[in-house]
């Protein structure tokens, strides 16, 4: 069966689409771009769901993989369902070159799916706090005054140190960063504060980062 092309813009929609779906009432920029040697689609949001979340829908409707061991490029064929998901069709990976990116033999087309090639290699998702970049910087640092202040450690600026003990050297501002990034945040919410974790929490972690198990973020609505 031939496959058909479907072009960055056309690919563009339908990421659009699915976001939309997965996540009703976050506003996300889609933006496709084509240029000399390929394309891509760059996602971007304030707030709202984690960017392991996003890429889980987003990078669905990549047509390419790179490995880095090898510096090498895949490229994927794709199932496109007729409410828009996509399944994996096949591709060669990158084993067989050495490489660490599996092959996927030919799978079943499933009903009413027709065989498709994406044109973004590429899916980007980039997440913000803040309209602004530099309100973006306002919440980081509020967010690192916080913890220090729960675990009553002085603030003295970007690179205060020692927020978990003597031993801890990372700046609190990347503590403060890291559990921004893991912490979803539902259509009108926002950072209010930060508490402890419960040992309920703790043990559970948060969005598989075993290094953020602490803390957690207070949110409330505007």
């Keep these: 069966?031939?496959?058909?092309?479907?072009?960055?813009?056309?690919?563009?929609?339908?990421?659009?689409?699915?976001?939309?779906?997965?996540?009703?009432?976050?506003?996300?920029?889609?933006?496709?771009?084509?240029?000399?040697?390929?394309?891509?689609?760059?996602?971007?949001?304030?707030?709202?769901?984690?960017?392991?979340?996003?890429?889980?829908?987003?990078?669905?409707?990549?047509?390419?993989?790179?490995?880095?061991?090898?510096?090498?490029?895949?490229?994927?064929?794709?199932?496109?369902?007729?409410?828009?998901?996509?399944?994996?069709?096949?591709?060669?990976?990158?084993?067989?070159?050495?490489?660490?990116?599996?092959?996927?033999e030919e799978t079943p087309m499933p009903a009413g799916a027709r065989p498709v090639s994406f044109g973004s290699k590429y899916i980007f998702a980039q997440r913000s706090y803040a309209e602004k970049g530099v309100d973006e910087m306002i919440i980081r640092r509020q967010v690192a005054k916080d913890m220090c202040a729960l675990q009553k450690v002085e603030y003295t600026g970007d690179y205060t140190t020692h927020l978990y003990g003597a031993g801890d050297t990372e700046q609190a501002d990347q503590h403060a960063w890291r559990l921004l990034n893991v912490t979803a945040f539902a259509p009108g919410e926002v950072y209010k504060g930060v508490r402890y974790a419960t040992d309920e929490e703790q043990e559970a972690g948060i969005d598989g980062d075993s290094r953020q198990q602490v803390m957690r973020i207070i949110k409330e609505r505007k």
């Design 1 to 104: 069966m031939e496959k058909e092309y479907l072009s960055c813009a056309e690919t563009a929609k339908l990421v659009r689409a699915a976001l939309k779906k997965q996540f009703p009432g976050v506003k996300f920029s889609v933006i496709s771009d084509v240029y000399s040697g390929g394309a891509s689609i760059d996602i971007g949001w304030v707030l709202g769901p984690t960017t392991k979340e996003v890429d889980k829908v987003g990078k669905q409707y990549q047509g390419a993989s790179f490995d880095g061991m090898i510096d090498m490029e895949t490229h994927w064929n794709h199932w496109l369902l007729p409410d828009g998901t996509v399944r994996l069709r096949s591709g060669p990976g990158t084993e067989s070159s050495m490489g660490t990116i599996a092959a996927v």
